[in-house]
């Protein structure tokens, strides 16, 4: 079984509708991230978690809100879609490691907003 | 701020071919650098890594050396295989600011037989 899983894999909503995009993991981490993926470009983080109590906005936030539920849980949700949150949306954890930890990604989610 | 720079691509090979993907960055304080690879469908999976200046990742013949003088971390493989076709990304994080990595835009690999 994969270590980091999410749900749905695609999903295809309209302008203006709530949407949430579910993390787990087994891996038994501390610290959760969401990134979005553009065609051409790298990742860009919108939100991460060092714990369950720890909550950051990354350099996209806007337009998007997180809650960690437990330790292996860490959801996405936008407010009210938008055609360009259109995107591929992954979830990685990593250990903690003073900056050298590696991150372990999900397989993602491909979300488009009509 | 923190940037990451590659080579654009897409790059296509014959297999067998040497592959080099060029990768500078911009950094304040002591980044660690990763190379990623992402295979179709799939999401992003660490390739091999250098925390300090000087040292050399290497993992299923592809290796890469942190420049400090350069500021690069070039991706190298002497053979390429078809198996290699994939969107590789170079990234770093800060060590003073743990949190938040930093990738490059990706460069996509296609090895033709």
């Known amino acids: 079984d994969a270590d980091v899983t999410q749900t749905p894999r695609n999903r295809i909503t309209k302008t203006g509708k709530r949407i949430m995009l579910e993390c787990s993991q087994t891996?038994?981490?501390?610290?959760m991230y969401w990134y979005r993926q553009d065609p051409g470009l790298g990742l860009r983080l919108i939100y991460y978690?060092?714990?369950?109590?720890?909550?950051n906005k990354g350099e996209i936030s806007d337009g998007y809100s997180v809650s960690r539920q437990a330790q292996a849980k860490f959801s996405l949700s936008l407010e009210s879609a938008i055609p360009n949150q259109t995107a591929l949306y992954f979830c990685?954890?990593?250990?903690?490691?003073?900056?050298?930890?590696?991150?372990?990604f999900g397989p993602g989610t491909r979300l488009t907003v009509l | 701020g923190n940037s990451v720079t590659q080579m654009e691509g897409p790059v296509t090979l014959s297999e067998e071919a040497f592959l080099t993907i060029n990768c500078t960055y911009t950094a304040t304080g002591y980044p660690s650098l990763f190379w990623y690879v992402q295979y179709p469908g799939e999401g992003l999976q660490l390739l091999l890594k250098a925390t300090k200046a000087d040292d050399k990742g290497s993992n299923k013949g592809f290796e890469a050396t942190y420049r400090k003088e350069t500021t690069s971390f070039h991706l190298e493989k002497g053979s390429v295989q078809v198996s290699d076709s994939a969107v590789y990304f170079c990234a770093l994080r800060d060590n003073t600011n743990a949190g938040k990595s930093t990738f490059g835009d990706g460069t996509t690999l296609t090895v033709k037989p």
């Open positions: 990685a954890t990593s250990e903690p490691g003073g900056g050298t930890d590696t991150q372990y």
């Open positions: 891996k038994g981490h501390d610290r």
């Open positions: 978690s060092f714990d369950v109590k720890d909550i």
